[in-house]
Protein backbone atom coordinates (compact mmCIF):
# COMPACT_ATOMS: atom_id res chain seq x y z
CA UNK A 1 0.00 0.00 0.00
CA UNK A 2 1.23 3.56 -1.02
CA UNK A 3 1.41 6.19 1.07
CA UNK A 4 0.42 9.63 0.06
CA UNK A 5 1.39 13.05 1.67
CA UNK A 6 0.40 16.48 0.98
CA UNK A 7 3.24 18.28 -0.31
CA UNK A 8 4.95 21.09 1.38
CA UNK A 9 3.98 24.76 0.86
CA UNK A 10 7.19 27.08 -0.94
CA UNK A 11 7.94 29.59 0.75
CA UNK A 12 10.33 32.49 -0.58
CA UNK A 13 10.93 34.93 2.16
CA UNK A 14 12.22 38.74 1.51
CA UNK A 15 13.87 40.16 4.72
CA UNK A 16 15.92 42.87 6.72
CA UNK A 17 16.45 40.47 9.04
CA UNK A 18 16.46 42.00 12.86
CA UNK A 19 14.58 40.81 15.58
CA UNK A 20 11.15 40.12 14.65
CA UNK A 21 11.86 39.22 11.14
CA UNK A 22 14.37 36.26 13.23
CA UNK A 23 11.13 34.90 14.86
CA UNK A 24 9.10 35.11 11.72
CA UNK A 25 12.47 33.34 10.29
CA UNK A 26 11.85 30.79 12.79
CA UNK A 27 8.47 30.17 12.70
CA UNK A 28 8.92 29.70 9.04
CA UNK A 29 11.80 27.28 8.99
CA UNK A 30 10.30 25.32 12.00
CA UNK A 31 6.60 25.02 9.95
CA UNK A 32 6.72 20.85 9.37
CA UNK A 33 3.94 21.45 6.07
CA UNK A 34 6.78 24.73 4.51
CA UNK A 35 9.69 24.69 2.72
CA UNK A 36 11.34 27.57 3.00
CA UNK A 37 13.42 27.72 -0.88
CA UNK A 38 14.53 30.71 -0.51
CA UNK A 39 15.72 33.83 1.65
CA UNK A 40 16.73 37.19 0.50
CA UNK A 41 18.04 40.10 2.02
CA UNK A 42 17.38 44.06 1.92
CA UNK A 43 18.28 47.18 3.26
CA UNK A 44 16.09 47.88 5.99
CA UNK A 45 16.28 47.90 9.80
CA UNK A 46 19.90 47.25 9.55
CA UNK A 47 21.76 47.65 6.77
CA UNK A 48 22.31 45.46 3.95
CA UNK A 49 25.74 42.83 5.08
CA UNK A 50 24.14 42.68 8.51
CA UNK A 51 21.05 41.77 7.31
CA UNK A 52 22.22 39.11 5.70
CA UNK A 53 24.16 38.00 8.31
CA UNK A 54 21.38 38.08 10.66
CA UNK A 55 19.04 35.76 8.44
CA UNK A 56 22.19 33.29 8.24
CA UNK A 57 22.72 33.46 11.79
CA UNK A 58 18.81 32.35 12.32
CA UNK A 59 19.05 29.44 9.40
CA UNK A 60 21.78 28.29 11.53
CA UNK A 61 19.91 28.12 14.57
CA UNK A 62 17.38 26.26 13.67
CA UNK A 63 19.98 23.58 11.68
CA UNK A 64 18.22 24.46 8.23
CA UNK A 65 19.75 24.55 5.42
CA UNK A 66 18.21 27.43 3.51
CA UNK A 67 20.18 29.75 0.34
CA UNK A 68 20.13 33.63 1.57
CA UNK A 69 20.99 35.83 -0.84
CA UNK A 70 22.03 39.39 -0.55
CA UNK A 71 19.62 42.11 -2.46
CA UNK A 72 19.52 45.80 -2.37
CA UNK A 73 21.51 47.99 -0.02
CA UNK A 74 19.19 50.89 -0.38
CA UNK A 75 16.04 52.14 -1.63
CA UNK A 76 14.93 52.30 -5.09
CA UNK A 77 15.16 55.95 -5.11
CA UNK A 78 16.21 57.57 -1.66
CA UNK A 79 18.88 56.59 0.61
CA UNK A 80 18.85 54.03 3.46
CA UNK A 81 17.24 54.69 6.83
CA UNK A 82 17.77 52.11 9.24
CA UNK A 83 15.61 51.27 12.41
CA UNK A 84 18.92 50.27 15.08
CA UNK A 85 17.56 52.71 17.65
CA UNK A 86 14.42 50.16 18.20
CA UNK A 87 16.02 46.47 17.35
CA UNK A 88 19.58 47.98 18.80
CA UNK A 89 23.16 48.28 16.27
CA UNK A 90 22.88 44.71 15.01
CA UNK A 91 19.47 44.59 14.86
CA UNK A 92 19.21 41.30 17.48
CA UNK A 93 19.48 43.37 20.54
CA UNK A 94 22.86 43.98 20.48
CA UNK A 95 23.42 40.40 22.00
CA UNK A 96 27.50 40.33 20.05
CA UNK A 97 26.60 36.51 18.40
CA UNK A 98 29.25 34.83 16.86
CA UNK A 99 29.57 34.72 13.05
CA UNK A 100 27.78 32.34 11.04
CA UNK A 101 29.28 29.52 9.62
CA UNK A 102 27.15 29.44 6.36
CA UNK A 103 27.78 32.27 4.01
CA UNK A 104 25.59 33.69 1.76
CA UNK A 105 24.92 32.24 -1.92
CA UNK A 106 26.56 33.79 -5.25
CA UNK A 107 23.34 34.92 -6.73
CA UNK A 108 22.04 38.56 -6.26
CA UNK A 109 18.79 38.39 -4.54
CA UNK A 110 16.49 40.11 -7.12
CA UNK A 111 17.82 37.46 -9.56
CA UNK A 112 17.51 34.49 -7.46
CA UNK A 113 14.16 35.70 -6.54
CA UNK A 114 13.33 35.93 -10.65
CA UNK A 115 14.84 32.70 -10.95
CA UNK A 116 13.25 31.19 -7.88
CA UNK A 117 9.53 32.39 -8.65
CA UNK A 118 10.05 31.59 -12.48
CA UNK A 119 11.23 27.82 -11.33
CA UNK A 120 8.07 26.92 -9.00
CA UNK A 121 5.74 29.19 -11.02
CA UNK A 122 1.80 29.19 -9.50
CA UNK A 123 3.45 27.64 -6.14
CA UNK A 124 5.20 30.39 -4.19
CA UNK A 125 4.68 31.76 -1.17
CA UNK A 126 6.41 35.34 -0.64
CA UNK A 127 6.48 36.66 2.47
CA UNK A 128 8.05 39.62 2.40
CA UNK A 129 9.26 41.19 6.12
CA UNK A 130 11.11 44.47 5.39
CA UNK A 131 10.93 47.30 2.42
CA UNK A 132 10.09 46.23 -0.82
CA UNK A 133 13.13 47.41 -2.61
CA UNK A 134 13.86 43.69 -4.08
CA UNK A 135 10.52 43.06 -5.05
CA UNK A 136 9.87 45.93 -6.67
CA UNK A 137 13.19 45.57 -8.75
CA UNK A 138 12.60 42.01 -9.22
CA UNK A 139 9.02 43.17 -11.13
CA UNK A 140 10.66 45.83 -13.33
CA UNK A 141 13.00 43.33 -14.52
CA UNK A 142 10.67 40.51 -14.60
CA UNK A 143 6.92 41.76 -15.12
CA UNK A 144 5.84 37.65 -15.44
CA UNK A 145 6.93 37.03 -11.61
CA UNK A 146 3.36 39.05 -10.62
CA UNK A 147 1.27 36.56 -12.02
CA UNK A 148 3.63 33.41 -11.07
CA UNK A 149 3.22 33.79 -7.65
CA UNK A 150 0.43 32.11 -5.94
CA UNK A 151 0.06 34.20 -3.16
CA UNK A 152 2.12 37.32 -1.58
CA UNK A 153 2.04 38.46 2.60
CA UNK A 154 3.43 42.08 2.79
CA UNK A 155 4.22 42.70 6.65
CA UNK A 156 3.82 46.56 6.07
CA UNK A 157 1.55 49.45 5.85
CA UNK A 158 -1.42 50.65 8.43
CA UNK A 159 -4.99 49.93 6.76
CA UNK A 160 -6.19 52.14 9.63
CA UNK A 161 -3.86 54.73 9.56
CA UNK A 162 -1.93 53.65 12.96
CA UNK A 163 2.44 54.64 12.07
CA UNK A 164 4.95 53.89 13.61
CA UNK A 165 7.47 55.70 12.22
CA UNK A 166 4.68 58.57 11.62
CA UNK A 167 2.05 59.27 12.66
CA UNK A 168 0.81 58.17 8.87
CA UNK A 169 3.12 55.05 7.75
CA UNK A 170 4.89 52.12 9.13
CA UNK A 171 8.52 51.62 8.48
CA UNK A 172 8.87 49.15 5.63
CA UNK A 173 6.40 51.19 3.63
CA UNK A 174 7.90 54.35 4.62
CA UNK A 175 11.31 53.43 4.09
CA UNK A 176 11.03 52.63 0.02
CA UNK A 177 7.51 54.12 -1.03
CA UNK A 178 8.30 54.03 -4.31
CA UNK A 179 8.86 50.36 -4.26
CA UNK A 180 5.64 49.66 -2.36
CA UNK A 181 3.67 51.39 -4.92
CA UNK A 182 5.35 49.38 -7.55
CA UNK A 183 4.23 45.98 -5.75
CA UNK A 184 0.88 47.18 -5.28
CA UNK A 185 0.19 47.92 -8.42
CA UNK A 186 2.04 45.26 -10.43
CA UNK A 187 -1.10 42.65 -10.39
CA UNK A 188 0.34 40.35 -7.86
CA UNK A 189 -2.37 38.88 -4.95
CA UNK A 190 -1.30 40.27 -2.18
CA UNK A 191 -2.64 40.49 1.36
CA UNK A 192 -1.51 43.71 3.21
CA UNK A 193 -0.85 42.94 7.03
CA UNK A 194 -0.71 46.57 8.56
CA UNK A 195 1.66 46.98 12.12
CA UNK A 196 -1.63 47.55 14.23
CA UNK A 197 -2.26 44.01 13.83
CA UNK A 198 0.94 43.79 16.77
CA UNK A 199 -0.37 46.27 19.11
CA UNK A 200 -2.89 46.19 21.85
CA UNK A 201 -3.33 42.37 23.07
CA UNK A 202 -1.10 40.89 20.23
CA UNK A 203 1.67 42.47 21.91
CA UNK A 204 3.47 40.16 23.96
CA UNK A 205 3.57 40.55 27.86
CA UNK A 206 7.06 40.06 30.02
CA UNK A 207 4.77 37.18 31.38
CA UNK A 208 3.91 35.56 27.81
CA UNK A 209 7.55 35.80 27.28
CA UNK A 210 9.12 34.74 30.42
CA UNK A 211 6.63 31.57 29.33
CA UNK A 212 8.13 31.17 25.60
CA UNK A 213 11.42 32.07 26.93
CA UNK A 214 11.29 28.14 29.07
CA UNK A 215 10.31 26.44 25.63
CA UNK A 216 13.86 25.75 25.01
CA UNK A 217 17.63 27.18 23.43
CA UNK A 218 15.43 28.53 20.55
CA UNK A 219 12.58 30.54 22.31
CA UNK A 220 15.08 31.90 24.65
CA UNK A 221 17.33 33.36 21.50
CA UNK A 222 14.31 34.57 20.16
CA UNK A 223 13.25 36.77 23.32
CA UNK A 224 17.05 37.57 24.13
CA UNK A 225 17.56 39.10 20.41
CA UNK A 226 14.25 41.42 20.92
CA UNK A 227 15.82 42.85 24.14
CA UNK A 228 16.42 46.41 22.50
CA UNK A 229 12.79 45.66 20.51
CA UNK A 230 10.99 45.20 23.88
CA UNK A 231 12.69 48.37 25.66
CA UNK A 232 11.59 50.23 22.39
CA UNK A 233 7.87 48.75 22.47
CA UNK A 234 7.06 49.86 26.14
CA UNK A 235 9.06 52.87 26.59
CA UNK A 236 8.34 54.53 23.01
CA UNK A 237 5.15 52.82 22.22
CA UNK A 238 3.69 52.64 25.41
CA UNK A 239 2.48 49.12 24.43
CA UNK A 240 2.33 46.67 27.69
CA UNK A 241 4.65 44.83 25.89
CA UNK A 242 6.74 43.00 23.02
CA UNK A 243 5.47 43.79 19.44
CA UNK A 244 5.98 41.52 17.07
CA UNK A 245 4.62 42.81 13.64
CA UNK A 246 6.80 40.16 11.26
CA UNK A 247 5.88 37.27 13.57
CA UNK A 248 1.81 37.94 13.21
CA UNK A 249 2.43 38.65 9.79
CA UNK A 250 4.19 35.21 9.21
CA UNK A 251 1.12 33.42 11.41
CA UNK A 252 -1.16 34.71 8.92
CA UNK A 253 0.85 33.44 6.25
CA UNK A 254 1.23 30.30 7.87
CA UNK A 255 -2.60 29.80 8.65
CA UNK A 256 -4.66 32.37 6.64
CA UNK A 257 -7.52 31.73 8.46
CA UNK A 258 -5.52 33.73 11.72
CA UNK A 259 -6.64 36.78 9.33
CA UNK A 260 -10.51 36.88 10.58
CA UNK A 261 -11.21 39.84 8.20
CA UNK A 262 -10.19 40.42 4.94
CA UNK A 263 -11.32 42.57 2.25
CA UNK A 264 -10.47 43.39 -0.92
CA UNK A 265 -9.87 47.07 -1.64
CA UNK A 266 -7.78 49.99 -3.98
CA UNK A 267 -5.19 50.45 -2.08
CA UNK A 268 -2.18 53.18 -2.95
CA UNK A 269 1.24 54.48 -1.76
CA UNK A 270 1.89 57.84 -1.03
CA UNK A 271 5.10 59.40 -2.40
CA UNK A 272 5.46 62.52 -2.38
CA UNK A 273 4.57 64.73 0.90
CA UNK A 274 6.95 64.10 3.25
CA UNK A 275 3.91 64.98 5.73
CA UNK A 276 2.17 61.65 4.82
CA UNK A 277 5.21 59.77 2.70
CA UNK A 278 4.73 55.72 2.78
CA UNK A 279 1.07 56.23 4.42
CA UNK A 280 -0.85 53.31 2.87
CA UNK A 281 -4.51 54.93 1.32
CA UNK A 282 -7.09 52.43 1.26
CA UNK A 283 -9.91 53.17 0.09
CA UNK A 284 -12.43 51.37 1.76
CA UNK A 285 -15.58 52.46 0.60
CA UNK A 286 -14.60 52.44 -2.77
CA UNK A 287 -14.94 56.48 -3.45
CA UNK A 288 -12.10 56.72 -5.86
CA UNK A 289 -14.55 54.15 -7.94
CA UNK A 290 -10.79 52.58 -9.09
CA UNK A 291 -10.68 48.70 -8.97
CA UNK A 292 -9.03 46.96 -6.58
CA UNK A 293 -5.22 45.62 -6.32
CA UNK A 294 -4.88 44.33 -2.77
CA UNK A 295 -6.50 42.27 0.07
CA UNK A 296 -6.30 43.87 3.58
CA UNK A 297 -6.20 42.13 6.71
CA UNK A 298 -8.82 44.23 9.02
CA UNK A 299 -8.44 41.56 12.38
CA UNK A 300 -6.48 38.64 13.40
CA UNK A 301 -7.43 35.65 16.13
CA UNK A 302 -4.44 37.01 18.62
CA UNK A 303 -4.96 33.79 20.87
CA UNK A 304 -4.13 31.60 17.61
CA UNK A 305 -1.50 33.38 16.71
CA UNK A 306 0.15 33.00 20.33
CA UNK A 307 -0.60 29.74 20.34
CA UNK A 308 0.91 28.85 16.55
CA UNK A 309 4.10 30.97 17.74
CA UNK A 310 4.20 29.08 21.33
CA UNK A 311 4.09 25.71 18.79
CA UNK A 312 6.59 26.32 16.62
CA UNK A 313 9.17 27.54 18.83
CA UNK A 314 8.44 24.62 21.57
CA UNK A 315 12.09 22.58 21.41
Known sequence: ???????????VIDTDTASDDAVALMMALRAPD???????????NVELQQATR???????????QVPVYAGLSKPLFRPASDATFFHGMDGM?????????????????????????????????????????????????????????????????????????????????????????IVFHSGMPILMI????????????????????????LAQLAVDCNAAAYRASTEWLHEAGLTQPDPVAMSVALDPTICTLREHHYVDV??????????????????????????????IDVARWKELLVRLLRD
Open 54 to 64: NALTVVEWCGA
Open 34 to 44: VDVVAITTVAG
Open 194 to 217: GHEHSLGAAVLTREELAELRSLGP
Open 93 to 181: GDLQLPAPAQGQAAEHGVDALIRVVGEHAGSITLVTLGPLSNVAAALIKAPQIAEQVQQCYVMGGAANTIGNITPAAEYNIWCDPEAAR
Open 1 to 11: MTSTSTPKRRF
Open 270 to 299: ETHSELTRGMTVVDRFAVLKLPPNLDVCYA
